[in-house]
């Protein structure tokens, strides 16, 4: 060796050794995947009047099947009550009829 051994040169040597004895565990785990972050553009103008547009039709939509709904209760409600008043006067004619 034409070179004296300093304190530089062993400090160094002992480095490289550490570090071939550290390296080879680091290298055989499994590397982790950083989780994807998902960025979602804030929607445009015309994206946003669209979502807007489609949530009132399926307002609209809603309201006028609850309205319908209504509607058919009401009117089966009055079938129901002219059929009893029906039946009822029938009952009364013939009792005054005497049958």
């Known amino acids: 060796m034409s070179e004296a051994m300093t304190r530089r040169n062993i400090l160094g040597f002992l480095g490289v050794a550490l570090l071939g004895l550290g390296a080879p ?3 055989t785990q499994p590397a982790e995947a950083q989780p994807a972050v998902v960025v979602v553009p804030a929607p445009t103008g015309t994206e946003r009047r669209v979502e807007r547009r489609i949530d009132r039709t399926e307002r609209r939509q809603g309201r006028r099947i609850r309205r319908a709904m209504r509607r058919r209760m009401r009117r ?3 079938m129901e009550r ?3 008043r029906r039946e009822g006067r ?4 013939d009792i005054r009829q005497g049958m």
């Open 90 to 93: 029938a009952i009364r004619r």
């Open 25 to 27: 565990p680091l290298l």
């Open 76 to 78: 089966e409600g009055r």
């Open 82 to 84: 002219r059929l009893a």
